[in-house]
T-cell receptor, first 117, second 114 residues
Framework: AQTVTQSQPEMSVQEAETVTLSCTYD???????LFWYKQPPSRQMILVIR??????QNATENRFSVNFQKAAKSFSLKISDSQLGDTAMYFC??????????????FGKGTKLSVKP | DAMVIQNPRYQVTQFGKPVTLSCSQT?????MYWYQQKSSQAPKLLFH???????NEADTPDNFQSRRPNTSFCFLDIRSPGLGDAAMYLC?????????????FGPGTRLTVT
């Protein structure tokens, strides 16, 4: 069974600074996907960034980037130039590749990020 | 905008009184999911529909059932809610064509059991 571990229950960062959220996972699968989802207070969960395990290049989306270390089973999220709107719960998630079908998301327990002015 | 809609956003029910939560989508996605998210915990998948095929997670209690009458709608039925069923219930959708692995979430329904 796959597991996802986020070791930082809460973090804070000053506006405009950079913060890194940690995530490790355990799997015996070789083909899978990793995600970071953002859940703002009282708002819906949205996808921040995704990484295909077969890709060596780290994914980036504007101010968000990941450090994917497949051998170490590590998938951290870096947020640059933090903004007040980045305040949210961040979930790391794993999905194994299921040929011709749709795999299920397995979430970590989340990291609550507060961006301070 | 195409989206996932959940109604109601807040639901209060009594212990043991059946309750139904609804989800609709305008994305025309063929897969729909129901997650349970208890306070300060990760979302936990209850079940999903792949088209009309129902897929139950092994540890989902029998108290929880689901219906998907058409592509756009999916319902979560809780037959006899207990205090432990108080949670946020999230609906999500995805598709199996194009980029198949992104899930789109609704805003959730917060269920209170009194």
């Amino acid at each position: 069974a796959q597991t996802v571990t986020q070791s930082q229950p809460e973090m804070s960062v000053q506006e405009a600074e950079t913060v890194t959220l940690s995530c490790t996972y355990d799997t015996s699968e070789n083909n899978y996907y990793l995600f970071w989802y953002k859940q703002p207070p009282s708002r819906q969960m949205i996808l921040v960034i995704r990484q295909e395990a077969y890709k060596q290049q780290n994914a980036t989306e504007n101010r968000f980037s990941v450090n994917f270390q497949k051998a170490a089973k590590s998938f951290s999220l870096k947020i640059s130039d933090s903004q007040l709107g980045d305040t949210a719960m961040y979930f790391c998630a794993f999905m194994k590749h299921v040929r011709g079908s749709q795999g299920n998301l397995i979430f970590g327990k989340g990291t609550k990020l507060s961006v301070k002015p | 905008d195409a989206m996932v809609i959940q109604n109601p956003r807040y639901q209060v029910t009594q212990f043991g009184k059946p309750v139904t939560l609804s989800c609709s989508q305008t994305l025309n996605h063929n897969v729909m999911y129901w997650y349970q998210q208890k306070s300060s915990q990760a979302p936990k998948l209850l079940f999903h529909y792949y088209d009309k095929d129902f897929n139950n997670e092994a540890d989902t209690p029998d108290n929880f059932q689901s219906r998907r009458p058409n592509t756009s709608f999916c319902f979560l039925d809780i037959r006899s809610p207990g205090l432990g069923d108080a949670a946020m219930y999230l609906c999500a959708t995805s598709r199996t064509s194009g980029i198949p692995y992104e899930q789109y979430f609704g805003p959730g329904t917060r269920l209170t059991v009194t």
